[in-house]
T-cell receptor, first 110, second 112 residues
Framework: EDKVVQSPLSLVVHEGDTVTLNCSYE??????LLWYKQEKKAPTFLFML????IEKKSGRLSSILDKKELFSILNITATQTGDSAIYLC??????????FGQGTRLTINP | NAGVTQTPKFRVLKTGQSMTLLCAQD?????MYWYRQDPGMGLRLIHY???????AKGKVPDGYNVSRLKKQNFLLGLESAAPSQTSVYFC???????????FGSGTRLTVV
């Protein structure tokens, strides 16, 4: 069965800390992995990772994919209260659908 | 462009009632999806469609039906609502399934 597992499920840190969120996957016909940030409504797109070992960066966020070990990480440096959200990873399976992980609820305290 | 529009945004149903959730996209996307999101469980795929007139089951299809009579619309039906269907429902679409997923803003459904 296709499976995406995120860890930790919940994380509370202080503003300014650096966090690492994990995502492992076992998906048939894997194509790419996506990261989303979800605040109150729809998930908003962060990164799409297709190639192994190539880091993608956007400001304080970065992410990398390891297709040999079947996992991805999302790093956030110098966290701010606005980073508080649920972070979702999802694997594109068979170029047809997304399989989501459970999400990591990140809380940044001032 | 409106993107993906879901209606209604909120709804309260009594057990046994039926309803239809509408998802409309104006991006000429081929693929459309219905997900439900429950606390601590991420988004789970209910049904999806890879083109007009086609539908397929996802991971949690029981209790739901769908139709894609027009390319721009994907309807999710609940024939006899149950409290277990209380959830937030998201619709998404993409051109080719390989990326570029656009999500609607969600429908919060409560079944009492």
């Amino acid at each position: 069965e296709d499976k995406v597992v995120q860890s930790p499920l919940s994380l509370v840190v202080h503003e300014g800390d650096t966090v690492t969120l994990n995502c492992s996957y076992e998906v048939t016909n894997f194509r790419s992995l996506l990261w989303y940030k979800q605040e109150k409504k729809a998930p908003t797109f962060l990164f799409m990772l297709t190639s192994s070992g190539i880091e993608k960066k956007s400001g304080r966020l970065s992410s990398i994919l390891d297709k040999k070990e079947l996992f991805s990480i999302l790093n956030i440096t110098a966290t701010q209260t606005g980073d508080s959200a649920i972070y979702l990873c999802a694997a594109i399976q068979g170029a047809q659908k997304l399989v989501f992980g459970q999400g990591t609820r990140l809380t940044i305290n001032p | 462009n409106a993107g993906v529009t879901q209606t209604p945004k909120f709804r309260v149903l009594k057990t046994g009632q039926s309803m239809t959730l509408l998802c409309a996209q104006d991006m000429n996307h081929e693929y459309m999806y219905w997900y439900r999101q429950d606390p601590g469980m991420g988004l789970r795929l209910i049904h999806y469609s890879v083109g007009e007139g086609t539908t397929a089951k996802g991971k949690v299809p029981d209790g739901y039906n769908v139709s894609r009579l027009k390319k721009q619309n994907f309807l999710l039906g609940l024939e006899s609502a149950a409290p277990s269907q209380t959830s937030v429902y998201f619709c998404a679409s993409t051109m080719d399934g390989a990326g570029g997923y656009t999500f609607g803003s969600g429908t919060r459904l409560t079944v009492v």
